[in-house]
């Protein structure tokens, strides 16, 4: 009897735990991205920040729509931001979503132990750039899939 209350416990441990987390939707007029729903927005002057209450981390959304930036550029203008001394065979070319050159690259700042992944979409004179940050030390586990959960969902519209 024993045996099989410990295991109807340790059932509903797995099921309670294992639930999906609720999110919520940010659409813009561009494009949408689905958050945890506990997260924060803020909007500053066009810049998108979506963060954890624990601020460990965030997700930040940029677009332009009149950037004269060459496809031959992209990878240096991303390895840039960083002031990143990286070959630029780290920056990867993903593929395409609805005409869009898609960027994907990955970097640890030793000196503020942050760990960061940056997005770029790219087609004509239109980029979107979308980043992660997130603390060396939380970049693992539950945070990670969170971020990244939220990280891939974001779409174009256009």
């Not at 689905?34 to 930040?60: H, R, V, Y």
């Not at 979409?121 to 945070?143: A, D, F, P, V």
Request: net charge neutral; proline share 2%.
């Amino acid at each position: 009897m024993k045996k099989i209350f410990l295991l109807i416990i340790f059932l509903y441990s797995i099921v309670s735990f294992s639930q999906k987390i609720k999110t919520e939707l940010y659409d813009s007029e561009n494009y949408s991205i689905e958050t945890p729903d506990t997260w924060k927005l803020t909007n500053d002057e066009g810049i998108i920040n979506i963060f954890p209450t624990s601020q460990i981390g965030a997700i930040t959304i940029s677009e332009y729509h009149d950037l004269d930036l060459p496809k031959t550029e992209v990878k240096k203008f991303i390895l840039a931001l960083y002031q990143s001394e990286d070959d630029e065979k780290k920056v990867k070319n993903t593929g395409n979503k609805k005409g869009f050159a898609e960027y994907r690259y990955e970097y640890l700042d030793e000196k503020e132990k942050i760990f960061w992944v940056t997005k770029v979409y790219q087609k004509n004179k239109e980029l979107y750039l979308i980043t992660i940050n997130c603390q060396q030390k939380h970049w693992n586990g539950n945070y990670m899939k969170l971020f990244n959960e939220a990280f891939e969902s974001f779409k174009i519209k256009k």
